[in-house]
């Protein structure tokens, strides 16, 4: 009998650090979506700087995934920016559709002199969203494992 209360405890201490790693996923996308965004504009800058190809061109070279790339190639089909993901802000959305806006539009100066002003935006963005991201999922984690422990005491 002792081995069906430790495998039921086991159970559900998993099952609550499961849900801790549930609820931090909204942080690491913001994460991910910001490495992916800053990588870009790295990239974009480089490209505007030396080769210059067409903006089609350079899109569709990305084969990577990820919520930030599965908007570009939206955007690289529909010419609509469309970033409608939880875990950005209105304000982030907002600047993300101003960046996309830019994107192609006038000559290679100007878009490389926005685009450069954006770098120190996004590697703020980039080391902010990073951190948190770290920093919840850890607290997340803890918290499964607390809720699961205190359900296994009050439980078995």
Same mark, same amino acid.
């Given at each position: 009998?002792?081995?069906? $209360?430790?495998?039921?405890? /086991?159970?559900? /201490?998993?099952?609550?650090?499961?849900?801790?790693?549930?609820?931090? #996923?909204?942080?690491? *996308?913001?994460?991910?979506? !910001?490495?992916?965004?800053?990588?870009?504009?790295?990239?974009?800058?480089? %490209?505007?700087?030396?080769?210059?190809?067409?903006? +089609?061109?350079?899109?569709?070279?990305?084969? %990577?995934?990820?919520?930030? !790339?599965?908007?570009?190639?939206?955007?690289?089909?529909? =010419?609509?920016?469309?970033?409608?993901?939880?875990?950005?802000?209105? &304000?982030?959305?907002?600047?993300? /559709?101003?960046?996309?806006?830019?994107?192609? =539009?006038?000559?290679?100066? #100007?878009?490389?002199?926005?685009?450069? *002003?954006?770098? +120190?935006?996004? *590697? %703020?963005? $980039?080391?902010? #969203? %990073?951190? &948190?991201?770290?920093? =919840?999922?850890?607290?997340?984690?803890?918290?499964?494992?607390?809720? +699961?422990?205190?359900? /296994?005491?009050?439980?078995?």
């Amino acid at each position: 009998m002792l081995w069906l $209360k430790l495998l039921i405890g /086991v159970c559900i /201490v998993a099952f609550c650090v499961f849900l801790g790693y549930l609820a931090a #996923s909204k942080y690491r *996308s913001r994460r991910d979506f !910001y490495t992916q965004f800053h990588a870009f504009n790295e990239r974009y800058c480089n %490209e505007l700087a030396y080769a210059r190809k067409p903006l +089609g061109e350079f899109l569709a070279q990305f084969g %990577e995934t990820g919520d930030f !790339y599965k908007s570009l190639q939206r955007f690289a089909k529909t =010419r609509t920016c469309a970033f409608d993901y939880s875990y950005l802000t209105r &304000e982030e959305r907002e600047g993300c /559709v101003d960046y996309c806006d830019m994107l192609g =539009r006038g000559d290679s100066f #100007s878009q490389s002199g926005y685009f450069s *002003s954006k770098r +120190g935006a996004l *590697s %703020e963005k $980039k080391a902010e #969203s %990073e951190k &948190e991201a770290k920093a =919840r999922g850890e607290l997340y984690l803890k918290l499964g494992l607390l809720a +699961g422990l205190a359900f /296994v005491i009050l439980i078995v």
